[in-house]
């Protein structure tokens, strides 16, 4: 950092992110606990409003880097300041709507309150993508012969909020009032807001080497539209109302605008790491997301939060992300990831083999899932602006946008899913009676399932029958820690595919925007 200058821009997008990921836990842990009791959810209805929080990310920060370089990065963080006002004031209201209401009012209640936090969440999502939007390319600029170093080193501020969130939210949890957990949201927001607001941002790299706006729209190319934009139509269909055709035939036109406009299909490489994206983005945001809800049984039983285990894993990622650049210079940024995803495949796997273990045996898991998921996201940051440098805000901000479209629309149900699933086939095979008693038929995007529900539950009042619903949800829970290994193992495949392709060409070397070809 040269300047007085870019160390209030930097250590601005720093607080700003905290912001993103404060709103990001308080809201899960949230959601896992109060949220699920106050409005009558079950698991795969949680997941939804978990996602709610976050597919409006990846719909934001992909439209918003279409037009951020036009617009300017100062309008787009004033934007995000203002959707988390609107987000704290829409969460009070919804918890006015549903504590208070009782009997045959409850429902109406529930129902209503769950819809102003829906749309709170939806907003807040907008905000937080749009941070993302104009925090990647400012750092990237400014540290543009450095950056999957200081693209880590300023998103060591994602585990800084969640530590700070974890920490409130164990410092609360005997307070049943949320709206203070939510409303401390304003204090980063409103740091951030004060910090940058009186700052000169910086035009975009692409921008400074003369790049045009249509070449930069040909890194992503006709293919990277596709799947970008079905993703943001698919989400965008189930908000209000219109089908998968429907959603599938926009994604069409918009890649076939692409093509005509740019004549490039997309970079492969771009490509490729869209696909790995998605599943990136489900094993860190993902598990991030339900692992303090599918620990709090097992943490409880010890005498501990559930919370303290995404505390864990969040500090270990901040200190390891301020140290990255010794890592890139040692394992080179592809080597980062394969050992990242080795790591995380063992982390999952030895957490969903810690069931009746002691504190030892889920700190030791966890420290494994929390070395391996810390280089993830910002490391495919710096590979994307490193080898696509031309697709400047897009290609930066499109990956992160797809991955977390990708994991509100299929990641955080798929995950409740699988709980619900294994739920009730453990529950099925150990007391009939109780399955049928206690499950219910639901629908998600993937398709049917069937679902215990939490009213029919509490009604079983013999003791075997609640044993089996205990051992039932405990399955549910470990087996789906497991099972979510398979994200970071597709990963691996990939990163082993890239490291064999670039040794092939002399090794991994970054991309001079002004190069041969680019």
């Not at 995950?415 to 619900?420: K, P, R, S, W």
């Amino acid at each position: 950092m040269n300047t007085k200058h870019n160390k209030i821009l930097f250590w601005g997008c720093f607080i700003a992110l905290i912001t993103t990921s404060y709103a990001f836990i308080s809201r899960m842990t949230l959601c896992g606990g109060a949220f699920k009791a106050d409005f009558g959810l079950n698991d795969v209805q949680v997941g939804e409003l978990m996602g709610a929080g976050v597919w409006p990310f990846g719909v934001s920060i992909i439209l918003f880097s279409l037009f951020i370089d036009r617009i300017g990065y100062k309008v787009a963080m004033t934007f995000s300041f203002l959707c988390y006002l609107a987000y704290t004031g829409l969460a009070i209201m919804a918890y006015g709507a549903v504590h208070g209401a009782e009997g045959a009012a409850l429902a109406e209640a529930q129902a209503r309150g769950l819809q102003l936090l829906t749309w709170g969440s939806i907003i807040l999502g907008l905000g937080n993508g749009t941070v993302e939007a104009f925090i990647n390319p400012v750092v990237a600029t400014v540290f543009s012969k450095e950056k999957t170093k200081w693209l880590n080193i300023l998103h060591a501020g994602w585990p800084g909020g969640l530590v700070f969130g974890g920490l409130v939210t164990i410092a609360l949890a005997s307070n049943a009032d949320w709206r203070l957990t939510l409303g401390l949201i304003l204090i980063p927001a409103i740091t951030f807001f004060l910090m940058l607001i009186r700052e000169e941002f910086p035009r975009s790299e692409r921008e400074q080497a003369g790049v045009s706006y249509l070449s930069m729209l040909g890194e992503l190319g006709a293919a990277g539209a596709f799947i970008g934009f079905w993703l943001v139509f698919a989400q965008l269909g189930q908000v209000f109302g219109y089908g998968s055709k429907v959603a599938l035939g926009l994604a069409v036109a918009v890649a076939v605008l692409f093509g005509v406009l740019t004549k490039s299909a997309g970079r492969p490489i771009m490509i490729l790491l869209i696909v790995i994206m998605m599943p990136l983005a489900t094993t860190e945001i993902g598990t991030d997301g339900w692992i303090t809800s599918l620990m709090e049984e097992p943490l409880k039983e010890l005498g501990h939060h559930g919370a303290w285990v995404l505390i864990y894993t969040s500090a270990i990622m901040v200190v390891l992300r301020f140290f990255a650049g010794a890592f890139v210079h040692r394992f080179s940024p592809l080597g980062m990831l394969a050992g990242s995803a080795v790591l995380a495949i063992l982390g999952l796997l030895a957490l969903s083999k810690t069931a009746g273990m002691g504190l030892l045996a889920i700190f030791g898991a966890a420290t494994l899932y929390g070395v391996g998921k810390t280089f993830f996201w910002p490391t495919m940051l710096g590979v994307t602006s490193e080898q696509c440098p031309k697709g400047g805000a897009l290609t930066l901000n499109a990956i992160s946008g797809i991955g977390m479209l990708a994991v509100g629309i299929l990641g955080f149900p798929f995950i409740g899913y699988l709980q619900e699933t294994t739920a009730t086939a453990r529950l099925a095979s150990q007391d009939k009676a109780i399955y049928e008693q206690v499950t219910t038929d639901k629908t998600y995007l993937l398709g049917d399932y069937k679902a215990i529900n939490p009213a029919q539950a509490a009604l079983v009042q013999d003791d075997a029958g609640k044993a089996a619903l205990k051992t039932a949800k405990t399955a549910s829970q470990f087996s789906a820690l497991g099972k979510m290994a398979m994200f970071p193992a597709f990963m691996l495949v990939c990163y082993l595919a890239l490291i064999a392709y670039f040794k092939s060409k002399g090794g991994y070397k970054p991309v001079e925007i002004g190069g041969a070809g680019h």
